[in-house]
DNA sequence: GTTGCACATGACAACGTAGTCAGAACCTGG
DNA sequence: CCAGGTTCTGACTACGTTGTCATGTGCAAC
């Protein structure tokens, strides 16, 4: 069958358990057995209501069964509404892991911006249902996230005012891939490295901040002042248009590729050549970061691999877990390796030729 | 209240309807009465059943409304399971016109590349639960999707094999706006302007390459042959790689910016500079492509209207519509010009002085 | 004072499924 | 042969809500 004539049909009601039991000749309840594949049930009779149900069509219906069980099989996801790749990746990844164990995935985006609007999306998602809530790019609202619910309320990363049980991500790879950038840049022969962070009630954008700091740190180096934008390449060039004032700026980290963008446009319509006076990391690994000019030096983040272990934790608790299942999960270090080396960094202008701090480590 | 103690409690019942009855001192049918904001509820009794039900935090189960009214107040989108952003932007776009009609969204992206993939997604959306599915970016599958189901099924764009009037958007933007950027570099005097299409499967990746087409034939010119990607920049470069054996190449049209940015880079690295010898537009006016080097001359969708206008119409056919509603709604033209000419397009490098073709039109 | 209608409320059934329990059919071992 | 289990099946009910219908109340028109 294809679909109807009109968008406006009456809609007939569609076959239910009931008239798949009597095609087939068994009671309802058989076929709920038969559908759930229960154990009890002889061969002969569930390929008679397979064939039925085949025939008619039939489909479970989720709200009856919802009704029933008092769970949904379906998580919702509060997400920031932007395009950024980042986030978008995330997504994908979450609903990939999620339909693999047959839970399906409702998201809500948040209005941007607005105060209190996390908690008015995770609101929106338990009216709708779900067994679960992840929120997908915990930011700092000023208050902690204070949802009247028995539903429990998970997030891709530190903050929220959330137990830390309910943190699916180490922070750690953030603060720790981060710093792995700016010591690549410390190790090239820069004095000192800038950090063009994103918005501050991030907690992403904190902890890669962090990092920044760390590296300074762990040499006894001063940090110079963190320049802020809101991830977008138009933030980026205008820090960018910042830093050309201070002639000393001679390597900055970007706490994501599309700002990293911006930035070195501003640097190269002002004549200061990326990388030869002044080297430019970002973050992300955005499938064009390769192929820019000049391709980007940055960090690869493991978005698929952070979705499935974390959604593992999630899913693990919704059917009534065994209590006793093992809490701690392998939680990869959140310290692997993953630094992009490409052409926009190199060692800094005024120490020409030998390759210094190359063998600083 | 805040988030229960450990993952694993037992969960208890959420306070019903009948609960809030029990408690405001009236009948469970009074308190659907006034959740559902129906008339003939006095103001005293309904100011009650509210203080009520925020006392207990009642939640209406969404489950039992839908057992008995059929309908979901939910929607289904089949998404490519990319992080493209013109893919993403659409997914942003939808939840929010939809969440502002009280509907939700329930995501599933298709395995790629898979055939029967996009038929699965849908199967696997209507045993959740939706009252309409919108395919996000519809793909040709070489088979028309053909599920059985009174659920209606919208395509954001040509094609599918569903009846046309399930086109929830005129196909002619794509067309025209592509057409228009060809137009505009055979203005500046390219003789001819080679395509960097997306992939033939995708209807968006046709109707590019068919306003590529148009923009040729209607001066007479014969299109050189088409080049085909996989929208990624990767694919952009190795197709510059091809176009650079070609030393009269000096336009190409790509039908997206990442590829546009993996072929301005493949031209750059063989020092075909990009706009003096070679031009070059995309598509999608990605944030970044303002900040290219060069800055990408583009084409800008409007992915909010287009989804707000989208849902409009499934949204109105919802709830047992009039049946004689306008159907025609506005559908704006879809040839509202929409180039956005930056610096990666200019005259051939062989016409040196002078802007011939300027005055061609 | 009765009729009629708008307003306000409640009793009851129904939606399609899964849980509970009972019972039938069939084994196995004594 | 029966006791006691395992396998298989169905009748009945509950889940939390909305739809239908009945009932009651107040007020205006006759």
Redesign the pocket.
Known sequence: MSPPLSGETPRR??P??????RLA?????????V??N?????????EKVLRAARELG????T???A????RFRRIGVVSLGTALYGPASLQVALERATRAAGVSVTVANTAEGQPGAVAEAIEWLLQQGVDAVVISEPIDEGEPVDVDTDVPIYSLGQGQGLPEARNLLPGEFNRHASREAVEHLLDLGHARVRHLAGPGKWYAARERAQGWRDAHEARGIEPPPLLEGDWSPAAGYRAGLELLRDPDVTAVACANDDMAIGLVRAFAEAGRAVPEQVSVTGFDDIPAAAYLTPPLTTVRQQFEADAVRALGAVLRRLPGAPADAPEAEPRTDGRARSLVVRASTAPPPNRLKGEPGKDAR
Chains 1, 2 share one sequence.
């Open positions: 009601r569609p239910g358990m009931t008239d798949v039991a000749g068994v009671s309802q309840k058989t076929v709920s057995r559908v759930n229960e154990r009890y049930v002889s061969d002969e009779v569930r039939f489909r479970p219906n709200a009856a069964r009704l029933i069980t008092g």
